[in-house]
Nanobody, 123 residues
Framework: QVQLVESGGGLVQAGGSLRLSCAAS????????MGWFRQAPGKEREFVAA????????TYAQSVKGRFTISTDNAQNTVALQMNSLTPEDTAVYYC????????????????WGQGTQVTVSS
């Protein structure tokens, strides 16, 4: 069992940056692939980024590649998502998640979810 709590969302202008953080408690953090997903109003939840259990490998959705960076601090049990060059299309609720499967990219592969944090990008 693991509990996830996101923070760092907010309102930012297009072209700006935000850093989301997710604090995990419970089972050893390094046991999971950690991922970020997002859901915009009226749309399905979509994969954003994931980082491997070891923290040495990551994968990104094409729409955020080169702009977003996922990272972990296993000592602090946190995972972060640095978001740069934000556009209004990035507006969504962002969710932190944990999976038992390495390099998981599908929401169905993630067992644990945070409550989400709102990111709004104005034009």
């Amino acid at each position: 069992q693991v509990q996830l709590v996101e923070s760092g969302g907010g309102l930012v202008q297009a072209g700006g940056s935000l850093r989301l953080s997710c604090a995990a408690s419970g089972r050893a953090f390094s046991s999971y692939t950690m991922g970020w997903f997002r859901q915009a109003p009226g749309k399905e939840r979509e994969f954003v980024a994931a980082i491997s259990r070891s923290g040495t490998g990551s994968t990104y959705a094409q729409s955020v590649k080169g702009r977003f960076t996922i990272s972990t601090d296993n000592a602090q049990n946190t995972v972060a998502l640095q978001m740069n060059s934000l556009t209004p299309e990035d507006t969504a609720v962002y969710y932190c998640s944990a999976s038992d499967r390495n390099y998981a990219t599908k929401s169905s592969e993630y067992r644990y979810w945070g409550q989400g944090t709102q990111v709004t990008v104005s034009s």
